[in-house]
């Protein structure tokens, strides 16, 4: 029996997809690759709801966090960094370590980032440049209402960077008409491709800022991605057989169409949410209005230490879920539901949850 | 038939090598994964011939060389930065984006770099802290003897960075007898695997300097990668697949020995070289002395075009090979011959390129 990969990423990729990146090599200037490239970047535009540039970038997602900020962030810059877990922490950390003035805006975890509050950040210090906010909180299994955090922030007329790594392509993001500046993913959570590539958007006003950000860059550096892509390349050789990959996932996601796509991972979640109930645990999710449809991190009944019940779980259950993380560790677990997933592959990582919970003496329903 | 692909990277890599990438996915901070980071490890330091760490980055070769600059160069440093082709110059230009104030010294393209002329700028400008340098210059087919190069570094009590992304694990680079203090290449050479994964080792001189290094860095930044490799682990999601690749090839290395893939890449190379001459080309490398054992770059008779042999090589022989690069367009063509190769591969090639000359009308010898 294969592995359940229930962790949020990387997530189990379809076989046909995994072959796809078996291809032999090729010119990464020749006529193939541009082919490839050319049409991913059109079918990344679709995914992304955007008519903007997508820099396809070979890193993991934080190196594409990483780009967002050393393209757009300069020292001295004031940044509002809304945290509502261990994903915005890690984007506060980039714009700490590229010397941004970092006003921190922790949400406690379990709960959504709130517009408001935002709103009111922006109107006591003008000085704020950019905010950068996490969509889905993988950390959490919190979504952020995105929509309306991207209105305030635009009515401010300050630029948003959103750490989209965990839903887009599994969850709705409208990067034009939300007007998102900059938007980053990765090809290891909805995408069903290995981990090894980034994708992030850069709108018109990103551009504008782009060109007066003095932080230093090369490798990522987004005008460097943008003359190439204009000739189908990449500066740099790109990780290629994960383009062939993301070729074939691209054609199969659109295939299902989005909408398809989208209300799939819904409906798993909703089914997600309400199974755990079933076998004595709690939604960590303080909102359930916020609970995301990628990730749902879960309470386990009272006494049960959480890391423990990973172990069971993965020496005995086949089943490979999630830990608590920072200050989590041993509290919640995790179930990633997106990318390649059907609802099959939930019921049964809670059935395993279930007997392992048994087994370490929890308070099970019958 | 399938491609004879005799581009200077990404190289060909065996097909038990690509089916090993597309292996189902697993957890990046489980068990399985934590032995394979273990194991590339212990083998990348005996291919390195280093006891250094080793930093294992999902990233291409350049972005190799600017965590080498941003882990080790701050603003306002001065380094020498030695040019013998397109590859120094982009190492040269990274220490510029980040900051350092660059003393290049630039060696005309065919030549390699002479150690007494570094010795001379070392001696005529005690401020400088580092000094980059490419081993094998991919654009021109010239090997640098690192062995004299880094004797004078480290003579002058200098960092060396040393660009070894077309030559480690073709061409000998004895890290540690020559005390080099940064060494960075790349999956996609001599390493038979596809391209995204970069590896650096990092002396302890090194990590003397990393400690005042102020430039912003946080993907690439060696600290946090040392300190989750103790733990089996990368700091950010790895690409996987390239590992798994890369934990096949380097059984298939060191099955081979590495002494017995030195003779094997020196003895192509020489035939190579042999052979170019036969059809009426001559060796680009101004002393043969200096030629690269991982790529042979070629003039061709006069009045060919390169840049229409290499389209013709492409559409009528069914061979990839490469072009000349900035001023060299059109004037050069390069034969790869590194990793998975054999002598047949580049007699094939050499053939295809003898007819495509006769096509061209150039005098090509019976």
């Known amino acids: 029996m294969p592995v359940n990969l229930r962790i949020p990423g990387p997530t189990p990729c379809p076989e046909d997809v995994l ?8 010119n990464h200037r020749g006529p193939e690759f541009r082919d490839i490239m050319f049409r991913t970047h059109t079918r990344l535009q679709t995914v992304f709801q955007t008519k903007n540039d997508i820099i396809m970038l070979t890193t993991s997602g934080t190196g594409g966090l990483e780009a967002a900020v050393a393209n757009i962030v300069s020292p001295g810059d004031r940044v509002l960094c809304v945290s509502i877990g261990a994903f915005g922490d890690r984007f506060t950390q980039i714009c700490e370590a590229y010397g941004a003035k970092v006003t921190k805006m922790q949400v406690p975890w379990g709960h959504a980032a709130n517009p408001d509050e935002i709103a009111k950040a922006l109107d006591a210090d003008p000085s704020i440049k950019a905010v950068t906010v996490t969509h889905n909180e993988t950390s959490t299994g919190v979504t952020n209402d995105i929509a309306s955090i991207a209105k305030v922030v635009k ?3 300050k630029l948003i960077l959103v750490d989209a790594v965990s839903s887009l392509s599994c969850i709705p993001v409208l990067v034009d008409a939300w007007q998102c500046d900059v938007v980053v993913t990765a090809s290891q959570k909805g995408f069903m491709v290995p981990p090894g590539l980034a994708f992030v958007s850069v709108s018109a006003a990103a551009w504008e800022a782009n060109k007066a950000a003095k932080s230093p860059r090369f490798y990522f550096d ?4 943008k003359d190439s892509l204009a000739r189908g390349e990449t500066p740099w050789t790109p990780g290629m057989s994960l383009f062939f990959s993301l ?8 295939k299902e169409g989005m909408e398809n796509v989208y209300a799939r991972h819904a409906s798993i979640a909703k089914h997600t949410r309400k199974q755990i109930k079933s076998i004595g645990c709690t939604l960590f999710c303080a909102d359930p209005k916020f609970a995301s449809n990628t990730v749902t991190a879960i309470n386990a009944p009272a006494g049960i230490d959480t890391n423990k019940l990973v172990e069971i779980l993965r020496k005995e259950e086949n089943t490979v879920v999630g830990e608590g993380q920072a200050a989590l560790s041993g509290k919640i677990f995790r179930l990633g539901h997106m990318g390649y997933v059907t609802q099959k592959d939930l019921d049964d990582a809670i059935q395993a949850v279930k007997r ?3 087994k370490m003496g929890a308070q099970v329903p019958a």
Do not use: I, S, V
């Not at 072959?19 to 090729?26: I, R, S, Y």
């Not at 987004?222 to 991605?225: A, E, P, Q, T, V």
């Open 222 to 225: 987004f005008k460097r991605h």
């Open 247 to 254: 070729d074939l996932a691209l054609d199969k996601l659109l």
């Open 356 to 358: 392992a919970l048994a």
């Open 155 to 157: 009515g401010h007329d």
């Open 19 to 26: 072959q796809a990146g078996a291809k032999p090599m090729m």
